[in-house]
């Protein structure tokens, strides 16, 4: 996106001695440097090359950004002297010879220096780890290593890293963070000065000319950087309720009758389930459609496609479509505007919508690595839009294996490709979600025991991916080899349909522990469901994702800042992955404050080390004291009603506070507070007096009526739990 900049009176104060004056130049053109305020703490600096005429370069069209009006505070073309200029909260010192411009805090702290070479480099400051950068490529702190920024699934690292979405935002944790916005480059981190350049690549012409656009934010906490970062690029958008519920995924069917008789078997078991997501006919022998691309059922799979999707919805299903072949010129600002163009996307859509229409909650579009990145973004734009052009107040949603900064905007989540069912991609996996929350959307998953097999895949394997993707935004199992997927499917004594080569031991084919400890993480998820979706509306609101680096909330620890092998689930969870086979302690670190076990209710003091013995049910889960935690009942799907109330748990040494929201998980309403069954349920915890109280949160416009009723308890207190019913005023309860 261009960035119309109006006239503005310009001041800036030299500093130093007259000197003769020095053209402002880049890649060996003259140019005009521009610094502008986006907003109190983030700066944009942009260095625009004149043409052969002496105009300024354009640059490219860009959706990437939202509207930005920047308030310019110098534009110069000729340097004689270091000028300074104030924005927002920041300070800009630029001097010539080479260009630099150094960005300091109010108290005169510098907070980045770039320094921009004639070859289109720039160079910056990377004292202290840095994180972000998107998905894929070495982690956790990026520094030490060369990042190209490619994108797709890219050897050597794709079997253990996943695809690779490398966004050029980085997040130091000493107090800065950047976006560079265009040209698109390279990040040399090998050195203690991080390097940005242009890709140089033999046998090719040099990129084409274009203005260097960069974003500087001041870091004061963690948060600023997230909050900076979609005020750029948009904020994200709620996905749908039963999103955050269990979705297994099919690849090859036996006919028509499978998909229920799966169905079915969930239903019958007990195994909580949202959605059912079908592979399409290529990548498989029998998918849902008939070919790659197309969107025409398989006669052989969905013989009576209404029907079919009737008979799943029926039983409480969600029925998602997989999609691939998108066309590498997609393009389009919106699916509402008028175009002949075959590749728009308001025409690219058309064709789904007679699918659409027989009752497809969400799509899987695929693939997509050759998309440029406006390609990318619309194909993410495309769904949502064409989506909401046929249900206009039902919140769209598709999950898909590319993007950029941006796609936030349109409701798209990624998952991580298709990686090896290895020790090694689940132990990776973990710092690549953490750095991907970071710098991409709030939402992520995997293929839940990788999606190729190789002779690791076990059934331990597979469990401790399982609880690790329960806390995960996106929890689906998928893979070759799928019935391996189910949660039963490690004890059937046969596979199903293999798809490679490699044929699994028989011995792990009647593996009875399997199921029982998948249930039991998978009745967690939807337990945790208030708390889950209290951290999507948080995600939405502010950016900070659910899945957190312990640096968001302890900057100033070393000990957290540099761990990538665990993370925080929202404020109040400490999550640390089992990543090692044969595994029976868990060494972690336990931030500063006391920490609750969330299995034994032990109680234990942080800021060290700590061996957690572990069994194959056991993740380590920790919850932080003065945390509220909400649990719901078990349900079987995310929108089944339930009799028993929400319990409120309490871990006591601390004081502490919870805000519950909640809506109809459908809807548009959330954006503007029209949905009447929105509720903002204000807990707070008063530790010294041993009292909760629970009053209406000032975000909720009016109490939608009836009560709400409540378990009370408090972790280590012995006493049964309260039951308390809130009807919209204020209560308190003394434990």
Same mark, same amino acid.
């Given at each position: 996106m261009t960035h119309r900049v109006l006239p503005v009176a310009l001041a800036a104060v030299a500093l130093g001695p007259p000197a003769f004056a020095e053209d402002i130049r880049y890649r060996g053109d003259r140019a005009e440097l521009t610094v502008a305020a986006v907003s109190e703490r983030t700066v944009q600096v942009v260095l625009t090359p004149f043409d052969e005429k002496d105009k300024p370069r354009t640059s490219p069209p860009s959706t990437v950004l939202v509207e930005q009006k920047p308030d310019v505070k110098l534009r110069c073309r000729e340097l004689t002297e270091v000028k300074e200029v104030p924005s927002g909260k920041v300070t800009v010192k630029v001097k010539p010879g080479p260009l630099t411009v150094t960005i300091a805090g109010p108290s005169g702290k510098v907070i980045q220096e770039l320094s921009f070479g004639e070859d289109g480099s720039m160079t910056f400051r990377a004292d202290a780890p840095v994180l972000?950068?998107?998905?894929?490529?070495?982690?956790? &702190?990026?520094?030490?290593?060369?990042?190209?920024?490619?994108?797709?699934?890219v050897a050597p690292l794709l079997a253990t890293h996943g695809g690779t979405i490398l966004? $050029?935002?980085?997040?130091?944790?000493?107090?800065?963070?950047?976006?560079?916005?265009?040209?698109?480059?390279? =990040?040399?981190?090998?050195?203690?000065m991080g390097r940005f350049q242009l890709p140089q690549r033999k046998g090719k012409d040099p990129p084409p000319k274009e203005p260097f656009?960069?974003?500087?934010? *001041?870091?004061?906490? $963690?948060?600023?950087?997230?909050?900076? +970062? #979609?005020?750029?690029?948009?904020?994200?958008?709620?996905?749908?309720?039963?999103?955050?519920?269990?979705?297994? /995924?099919?690849?090859?069917?036996?006919?028509?009758?499978?998909?229920?008789?799966i169905a079915r078997t969930f239903r019958e078991k007990k195994l909580p389930c949202d959605a059912l997501i079908y592979l399409g006919t290529g990548y498989c022998p029998a998918g849902w459609n008939v070919g790659h691309g197309t969107l025409e059922f398989n006669p052989k799979t969905f013989d009576r496609p209404k029907e079919n999707l009737q008979a799943l919805h029926d039983r409480n299903f969600k029925i998602v479509l997989h999609k691939n072949r998108a066309p590498r010129n997609l393009t389009g600002a919106s699916v509402n505007e008028r175009s002949d163009d075959p590749l728009h996307i308001r025409n690219y859509w058309a064709k789904h919508r007679e699918t659409f229409a027989l009752g497809v909650d969400g799509w899987w579009p695929d693939d997509g690595d050759e998309l440029p990145i406006e390609a990318r973004l619309a194909r993410h734009r495309c769904y949502c839009e064409g989506s909401l052009q046929e249900r206009p107040n039902e919140r769209p949603w598709s999950f898909h294996r590319n993007g950029y900064a941006g796609v936030q905007r349109y409701g798209g989540w990624i998952w991580s490709g298709d990686v090896q069912s290895r020790w090694a991609t689940l132990a990776a996996h973990v710092p690549v979600g953490v750095n991907y929350s970071l /710098?991409?959307?709030?939402?992520?998953?995997?293929?839940?025991?990788? =999606?190729? $097999? !190789?002779?690791?895949?076990t059934g331990e394997l597979y469990v401790r991916w399982f609880q690790f993707a329960a806390f995960n935004p996106l929890f689906r199992s998928?893979?070759?080899?799928?019935?391996?997927?189910?949660?039963? @499917?490690?004890?059937?004594?046969?596979?199903?349909?293999?798809?490679t080569n490699l044929q699994?031991?028989?011995?792990?084919?009647?593996?009875?522990?399997?199921?029982?400890?998948?249930?039991?993480?998978?009745e967690l998820r939807y337990r945790l469901l208030p708390y889950n979706y209290t951290l999507v509306r948080e995600a939405c609101d502010t950016g900070l994702p659910p899945m957190r680096a312990l640096w968001l909330h302890y900057p100033?620890?070393?000990?957290?800042?540099?761990?990538?092998?665990?993370?925080?689930?929202? *404020?109040?969870?400490?999550?640390?992955?089992?990543?090692?086979?044969?595994?029976?302690? *868990?060494?972690? +670190?336990?931030?500063?404050?006391?920490? +609750?076990?969330?299995?034994?209710?032990?109680?234990?003091?942080?800021?060290?080390?700590l061996t957690r013995k572990v069994d194959l049910a056991t993740l380590p889960l920790y919850v932080r004291a003065g945390a509220i935690l909400p649990l719901d009942p078990?349900?079987?799907? %995310?929108?089944? /009603?339930?009799?028993?109330? !929400? %319990?409120?748990?309490? #871990?006591? @040494?601390? &004081?502490?506070?919870?805000?519950? #929201?909640?809506?109809? @998980? *459908? /809807?548009? @309403? +959330?954006?503007?507070?029209?949905?009447?069954?929105?509720?903002?349920?204000?807990?707070?915890?008063?530790?010294k007096a041993r009292r909760l109280t629970v009053e209406p949160d000032p975000r909720m416009k009016k109490w939608p009526g009836g009560v709400r009723e409540f378990a009370v308890e408090i972790v280590g207190g012995g006493a049964k739990p309260k039951r308390v019913e809130f009807r919209g005023e204020r209560l308190m309860v003394e434990l």
């Open positions: 972000g950068m998107g998905e894929g490529g070495q982690q956790f &702190d990026r520094r030490g290593h060369y990042h190209r920024l490619v994108n797709g699934q966004v $050029p935002f980085l997040i130091g944790t000493d107090g800065w963070a950047l976006f560079v916005h265009r040209p698109f480059g390279e =990040f040399d981190l090998r050195d203690r656009e960069i974003y500087v934010i *001041r870091v004061s906490e $963690p948060a600023d950087a997230l909050a900076e +970062y #979609y005020r750029l690029t948009g904020r994200p958008v709620m996905p749908p309720k039963w999103v955050l519920g269990y979705m297994q /995924s099919h690849r090859t069917l036996a006919g028509p009758d499978e998909p229920l008789q /710098s991409l959307t709030p939402f992520w998953g995997t293929d839940i025991g990788g =999606f190729v $097999p !190789t002779r690791e895949f998928h893979g070759r080899t799928w019935k391996l997927r189910l949660p039963w @499917g490690w004890n059937m004594g046969e596979p199903g349909p293999v798809e699994p031991d028989p011995a792990e084919l009647k593996n009875a522990e399997v199921e029982p400890i998948c249930k039991k993480y998978l100033r620890d070393p000990d957290a800042v540099r761990l990538g092998d665990e993370y925080l689930w929202g *404020r109040d969870l400490l999550v640390a992955p089992v990543t090692a086979k044969g595994a029976t302690e *868990r060494k972690l +670190y336990l931030p500063d404050g006391d920490w +609750y076990d969330f299995w034994t209710n032990e109680k234990h003091t942080g800021k060290r080390e078990v349900r079987q799907y %995310t929108a089944e /009603s339930v009799t028993e109330p !929400t %319990t409120i748990r309490v #871990y006591p @040494g601390a &004081d502490g506070t919870f805000t519950v #929201y909640d809506d109809d @998980g *459908r /809807s548009l @309403g +959330y954006r503007d507070g029209t949905d009447p069954t929105t509720v903002w349920i204000k807990f707070h915890w008063d530790d």
